[in-house]
């Protein structure tokens, strides 16, 4: 797979959060390549309930995608990303710490960008519940509004342009640290679900 292939979107974590994922990367076009820890054997159910587009594959396989989505419980981090090879993919890190004081003040994006190091890592996805985030973000006249920020201005507009895509009326927060520290669990959007109306103009 091409890195520079944003038209494919991996997920790794294909539980809540991954199918939501899926779904959204679905809704906006692109094809998706899903997995998990136990193989993509296991996930024959969730791609056929993905339905086209959807394929299941090895972790290494959907790391290689241009966009890779870390869609694991945190604990599990590390060891999903072990011995990737990272060079020059984007990665939105979509997981929450529930307990940020083991971050010694650290954002935990911070942490991920260590663990993907050569990834160039946008925070998304991880202020919406798995429900909301997979369904259709059109609601109520208005769209749903999905925040990110991230270091790397080309990753930021290639994932706007994925949640734009499917929907979203997306938020740039600004840089990964100032972001993060708002999206992640403990800060002000943690949870925060809003609907974007039409403006007066
Ligand atoms: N659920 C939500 O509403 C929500 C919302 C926002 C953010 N998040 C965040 O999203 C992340 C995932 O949450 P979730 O609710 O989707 O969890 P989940 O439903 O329990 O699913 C976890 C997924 O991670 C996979 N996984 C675990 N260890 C792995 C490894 N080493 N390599 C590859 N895959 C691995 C599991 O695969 P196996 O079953 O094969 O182990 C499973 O598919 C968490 O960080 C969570 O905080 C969740």
Redesign the pocket.
Known sequence: MDPADRTRVGI???????QAMARTALRAGRSVVI????GPE?LTSVVSALGDGASART?GQASAAGIVVI????D?VP??VDGLAWNGQIVID???DFDPSDLEGRTSSEVVVDLVGGARVVKAA?T???GVLGSDPHEAGGQRVLFLSGDDSDAKSEVTALFQDAGFFVVDLGDLISGSRMQQVGGPLAGVNLVRLPGPN
């Open positions: 790794i974590g294909a539980g809540r959060l991954g997995a998990n820890s136990r296991s972790v869609a694991v419980p945190w599990r060891e999903a979509a997981t929450n991880n919406l519940a798995a």
